[in-house]
């Protein structure tokens, strides 16, 4: 795992033995955690997939991410000020995750440099992902959206999910991916939507 890559296996197992965490399982869809709830704990995905994704009071939808096992979640919100979940994660697939207090991880950081090492390296990338990622819905237009996500992804086979993920309705994205192979950007196969091969 990321996270405890070269730790002290066995300082590690001791604080895990005297702070308590747990290990839990969810089946796709279910919610993992609230947006604007309390976060006390970091969430380590051990296996399957979530999305991160924020809901405005108007209700509108923006999936910011999908994160894959073995990935850690809410690295940067457990020692925030307002310590609350800025985001709501959603299983995009049954997976489990390790559970562990915030405490727990204090002393680990505060035994091992190399594992605080790893997590100021996980905090980093995250930051950097969310930074392209207000540049995609900021400054890009959704033509552009699209031309990365399928440069960074693959085809787009499944037009509801990639709505999702791209934070648009889907009518308004299935416009878009028609305005695009109309201008010869796109094409039409049978693994779906990819990009006009120069």
Known sequence: ?????????????????????????????????????????????????????????????????????????ASSFIFSTEGIFPITILANSNCSLWIVNKESILRIIKEDSLVLRNYL????????????????????????????????NGAIQNLQEAAFILGVARPSLSRAILQLVNQGLLQKENKGYTLTKD
């Open 1 to 73: 795992m990321p996270l405890f890559k070269g730790g002290n296996k066995d300082a590690i197992e001791k604080i895990m033995h005297d702070f308590p965490s747990r290990y839990v399982q969810y089946k796709k869809g279910d919610t993992i955690a609230v947006q604007g709830s309390a976060c006390r704990s970091l969430y380590i995905l051990c296996e399957g997939s979530v999305y991160a994704k924020m809901i405005s009071e108007e209700g509108k939808e923006l999936t910011l991410d999908t994160l894959s096992a073995p990935d850690v979640l």
């Open 121 to 152: 390296t996980v905090i980093s990338d995250h930051s950097v992902f969310l930074s392209k990622r207000l540049n995609e819905f900021a400054l890009q237009t959704l033509s552009s959206r699209i031309i990365s996500y399928i440069q960074q």
